[in-house]
């Protein structure tokens, strides 16, 4: 069965699509078969591995595949990293969070849940980029998962957001709960925390004692998977990140940062993926 993890925070600007996208293009690279949904309405996640050509005619027309398999391509269309697939969003899905209504019996987030289950024989990562709220969009993703990471940066704000997510999913999951088969496994709680975009010089250890302190409390009140740990690797802030971005490419295939050097952003991402391939969840 396909890990299926969320990657969520209720604070925004923590560099959590820059996280997603570059941690999932690493796990490919490892040789993981991984599919990324995109449920932001920013498109950040789609615009970046389409590149913007391609997303437009999603966006505009509606052309073009809504299951984009091994989806990051070169110039002329090649092929440059198999193994990474996209679901991708586009600024559409701003107006069925206002709009859809659907079926109170068969809510949104079941029958998206069920729909995924289908694909999960060809995966072993299934991850979601969400929005930093756990409305429509992201309750598909967070029902769907058995996992959740906390992309934070080493600030307060980031500890509430954190915080505040916790407080959320405790009531979306009441909510939610009787939907809940045991195929589709447990739900999702709060599997770990990954400081992001940490600056050079920059002393994260007072921030890192207290997010932990939080963590302890809610892995205490069972409001957090015993298993919840604050990952030892680190992703520090790089100029690379922002050119991989104009790009369209995961940092793992740019420049000269693609090589194997030990202290590079890159590696982060390397290691980040081995950790969390590594990482036994307990519920």
Sequence with gaps: MARKISFINYKGGVGKTSLIVNTAAALAKMGKRVLLFDLDTQSNASIWLLKLERWNKINA?????IYSK??????SGEKLLPGLDLVPTTFNLVDLEAEFTGDPKRPAYLVFCEQVAMLEPNYDFILFDCPPNILRASQCGV???????????PDALSLIGFTL????????HAISGSFRKASMGPPAQVQGIIFNSIRTGVDIEVPKMRMQLRL?????????????K?????????????RSVALGLPVILVGSDAADATDSVTN??????????QHEPLV
């Design 70 to 75: 091994d989806v990051v391509e070169g110039k």
């Design 230 to 242: 604050i990952f030892t690797t680190q992703i520090r802030d790089a100029m690379v990140v922002r």
């Design 268 to 277: 982060d991402y390397r290691k980040l993926a081995t950790e969390i391939a």
């Design 143 to 153: 029902f769907t998962s058995n996992e959740i990471y906390v992309p934070s940066n």
């Design 165 to 172: 997510l916790v407080d959320k999913l405790q009531k979306f």
């Design 216 to 228: 302890n409390q809610f892995r205490a009140a069972k409001r957090a998977a015993p298993s919840a």
């Design 61 to 65: 027309t509606g052309d073009g595949s």
